[in-house]
């Protein structure tokens, strides 16, 4: 295993980036169990406005909750900066993630748009996020389609 003080390669830093689209594109496709990809099997997630959670399956079990009612999800994720920190890295990232459903049998559209800071190790099994808070800063359209 190379030496986590080392300076990050092109292939860590590729490894890394990787782990944001994993997320976004398992929430949206709804391909629950590639979080394990994504998260340490210790990694807490704060949900902006819910209790964390530990672990893949939790985590998958909240997002779950949220999106599968939904007609369709799209999760964006990008201006992503990385810094060293000692043996492990800081992520940061902005999200944009579109909701729809049918309301009152019309298609409904919300929007929430925030960051994610992540601390991100070296893991025997990769790299993985090992702490995700999820930050709000602003929503868009009718909140009922989280409802």
Known sequence: ?????????????????????????ALDRHTWGKLELVFAPDATMEFAGLPPETGPAAIAATCARALEP????????????????GDSV???SYF??????TVD?????????????DLVERRPEGWRIS????????QAGDPRILA
């Open 90 to 92: 800081t992520v940061s």
């Open 105 to 117: 049998g019309r298609a409904a559209l919300f929007t929430v748009a925030g960051t994610y800071d």
């Open 1 to 25: 295993m190379p030496d986590p003080h080392a300076a990050l390669t092109d292939t860590d830093r590729a490894e890394i980036l990787a782990l944001t689209s994993r997320y976004a594109h």
């Open 70 to 85: 939904l007609d369709a999800s799209q999760h964006l994720v990008g201006s992503v900066l990385l810094e060293t920190a």
């Open 96 to 101: 944009h993630a579109q909701h729809v459903r």
């Open 131 to 138: 702490f995700r808070r999820q930050s709000v800063s602003w």
